[in-house]
């Protein structure tokens, strides 16, 4: 499926008109996004990108130059992840932005998927909620390494050991006589 077919799929698919999808992605008029969708033009980056995002999609996908919307490493859980945290500490929308300093409808676009944050805003939130930015980006489902180092201080010496071991396994390191980790309590 080429670009313009792609494109009207997703905008029929996800119920926008022309119009809709023209302001969304800061175009004067219907008439120049349709241009897109008849294959008489392509967008410039920054209004793909714009595209991308809005559809849930990657930019490859949308030109169609793949058949994945969205990469295996691309999860769509920032949002719900943002959401659940909130609703942890029984805050607002509103009340959230203020706390991270932003305005409460740019949180409003991270919460309900349409934008993504910045990394400086990422960074926010992840300190605000005490979790690492993997975490929000649902590359992990540990909290942050305090939870982590926690949860290894309560093994036996030798569960610690085996941890260890296993780590080392799935990433092909090399025992050595040096390498050694300490167990004691902070």
């Known amino acids: 499926m080429n670009f313009s077919e792609r494109l009207r799929t997703l905008r029929l698919k996800a ?3 022309q119009i809709e999808l023209a302001k969304m992605i800061n175009l004067n008029s219907q008439g120049a ?15 793909l990108e ?46 959230l932005a203020k706390a991270i300093e932003c305005s409460p409808s ?13 990394t400086q805003s990422l960074e926010k939130i992840a300190l605000f909620y005490q979790v690492s930015v993997s975490y929000l980006l649902c590359e992990t489902n540990i909290r942050s390494f305090s939870e982590i180092e926690k949860l290894f201080e309560e093994l036996s010496d030798s569960e610690q050991k085996k941890v260890i071991a296993y780590i080392k396994s799935i990433h092909g390191y090399q025992e050595s006589t040096n390498n050694s980790i300490s167990t004691s309590k902070k």
């Not at 996004?33 to 209004?47: D, F, I, L, N, S």
């Open 33 to 47: 996004y349709a241009k897109y969708e008849r294959g008489v033009g392509t967008p410039q980056t920054a209004r």
């Open 15 to 17: 119920g926008y008109t």
């Open 106 to 118: 740019v949180y409003l676009t991270w919460e309900n998927g349409t934008r993504i944050p910045k």
């Open 50 to 95: 714009k595209l991308a995002e809005i559809f849930h999609v990657s930019v490859p996908y949308l030109l169609g130059e793949s058949d994945t919307p969205l990469p295996d490493d691309e999860p769509l859980c920032l949002p719900k992840r943002l959401k659940d945290l909130r609703f942890e500490i029984g805050y607002t929308q509103k009340k």
